[in-house]
């Protein structure tokens, strides 16, 4: 079932927040929803992993990097363990790399950009709290709905 995110908003304006964040979109798929797991975390990536482990099926992780581009918290072999564990998709405020590989998997992948640079395993960062990202507030457990248009937050299933 799609979700474009104009249709959405049209529909349940007032139950919606935009994360007002341009992000590139990476793999192969670009419409994806799902319940949010929410990350925070710095130059490293030991807890994205951790989370891409679980089962992913109807979730969504977001991950707040910070917005640093100074390295990547995903690359092509954690977009594969995404995939294996059925992530809806991933949205990262930070950067990615492999970018030319992850582009043909089946992922939806939302980035701030590209660095070939890998992160540090330092093991540290902070799940399943609310983020605020640019001004936009969200919470672990949240609804992400995300297209070519943007990304939509609904504290509530929508459909």
Known sequence: MTYPTADLWDEFEDELTVLNVTMNAYGKLDLFH????????????????KELQQNGKGKVLVVDGGSSRRCALMGDNLAQIAIDN????????????????INEMPIAV??????????????????YQELIIEGTRIN????????????????????
């Open 86 to 101: 059925e992530w809806s998709g991933v949205i990262i405020y930070g950067c990615i790399r492999d970018s030319s590989q």
């Open 140 to 159: 672990n457990g949240a609804y992400i709905y995300a297209d070519s248009d943007g990304i939509l937050i609904a504290d509530t299933k929508l459909r």
């Open 110 to 127: 939302k980035a701030l950009g590209t660095c070939p640079a890998k992160s540090r395993k330092r093991n540290e960062g902070i799940q």
């Open 34 to 49: 799902g319940r949010c797991v929410t990350l925070k975390v710095y130059e490293d990536n030991t807890l994205v992993k």
